[in-house]
């Protein structure tokens, strides 16, 4: 017994320690209700007053055992491996699959790895479901055993809603509606439940019950200006303006004057032609300090648009007046309309001044460069970089846009130099790794790519457009054919609808000798890849292979038509293969 207790003293002492950091801890997973002690046994329940048949009769090494994987999990949570905490619990609940508490840890543990693994996020990166999957399948067993539990109920709260957001990001909307149902069984009262569950019927193009959902959450709650913006997108989406005002001016009976409603006003005016009074709700709006840089950026556009030049900047001088601390931000976006609206003179001497005004800041530089680029000023866009090297020089970007200046001006030694410090101030960046193998395939020397594009898979294999490009120059070097289809099938699994991608494949199967399988594919590329010069290249050189000739000269044709006359090489490799080519004594092939 005076082991025993001991062992509990411990116990509790370690579980005080760790109190501060939220975490379940000893305490939650068994706590002692009564001096219980038996004869080499301790009896212990979980905190929710479980019934007799839950009491757990564990021996003093028993107890040890768990308080040790309890304790390494804690440990492994803390240092924000989460999962090896959740890889040291499973075994845990496994045993024990009635404790709360236990639950309650695990689904913690995978909740924060699924998190953890968001935050990092990149649009097309590859999402492990499988940590979301054990947390909600984790916190469901808790809800089971006692939904009244306050500390589950929070856990399950936030599953839910990390679900939600997993389930919209990866567009999955089907699984968005199957947790809120169920979250609805134990929470039904959550109004902002059935806005998602009207998102998600949105999304699956069910407009009905969509409605429906929406209607429900405001009937629980006709205050909640959420479920009434949800009744304004509804309509306004699917052009039904008369509805829409009529929840526009439903949202102002209870939020009188609320900006962001007026912006909708605002917008839908604009929509329907009450241009005057639209107009007039923005000018209003620009000295709002929430929403007049929605408004200022909204006349801009629309005075660009009408080509109304000098409306729109008297409206971004306004605006920037009032809004002073979001003046480069201000600047940029009227900048990018002037761009996009082809008033190249105006943006030019807009970024300019901007320099002026923020000489510290790199972005001004940026959009001047990428300005100059678009211009095809390729010489003022490399004396720009030039003349910010000192300052800027500890950033990767001014490598890779001095190496996309120097490449335009036909400059490929020097931009690889550039590349070369950049790769060595910033030997895990990516981007330069990239370019320098891209520059490298440009003079020809394809075997320099490939320890660059192996180094960046090293740093991330799941990157598609690495994979890609090694598999495509094991390819064109006929090397490696087996490796180049492995790597390309691993990019499409990332991007199954890219047509380079698939071009790629085409082209190992056509080094296999798999005519017919490399066609399949290139049909297939052509689909998104109208107007590459490449791809049809690929496309009729398969063509001839396969006999067929006269489809092949046509698709060459087509493929010269798309390529740039700058580009005399593929030009002549085309306009020759046209010519060798030998039309067939079967017009019909």
Known sequence: QKLELILLSCIMVQSMRYFQYSVPSILGIFVLTGCATRQNSVSLTSPSGMTENHVLSLSVKEIGAVYSSYMHALDYYLDQDYNDSRMELEPLVARFPHNIALLQFYADSALTEHLHQMAFYTEGAKINPEPLHKSWDAILKAMEIDPKNSTTLDYFNDIVVGYIKYGFMVQKPDEVITVINKALEYTPEVNGLYGFLGDAYLALGDREKALAAYEKGYELNPRDHEAMDRMVQFYWSAKDYDNALKWVDAIEEVYPQLPLVLMQRSQIYLETGRTKDALKIMDELLEDPEYGMVAATKLIEYYLRTDRVKKAEDSYKRAKRWHVRQALKLTLAYGESLIDYKHYAAAEGLYQNLIQDFPNAFVAYEVLFLLYMEEQKYDDAAQLMESVQDEYRAQSKWYLFTNFAYRKLHKSEKALKILEEGKALFPRDTR??????????????????????????????????????????????????????????????????????????GWVYFQQGDYEKALENLQKAVQSEKNDPLVFEHMGDTYNKLGQVTKARKTWEKALSFTPQEDGDQRLRLQNKFNLSVSPANPQD
Request: proline fraction near 4%; charged fraction near 30%; glycine fraction near 6%.
């Open 432 to 505: 330069i790794l990239f370019q320098e193998a891209v520059l490298y395939e440009f003079l020809g020397k394809k075997e320099e790519c490939i320890p660059l594009l192996k180094k960046i898979l090293d740093i991330n294999p799941d990157d598609d457009s690495t994979l890609n490009f090694l598999g495509y120059l094991y390819a064109e070097m006929k090397t490696n054919l087996d490796d180049a289809e492995g790597l390309i099938l691993r990019a499409l699994e990332l991007d199954p609808n890219n047509g380079a991608y698939l071009d790629s494949l």
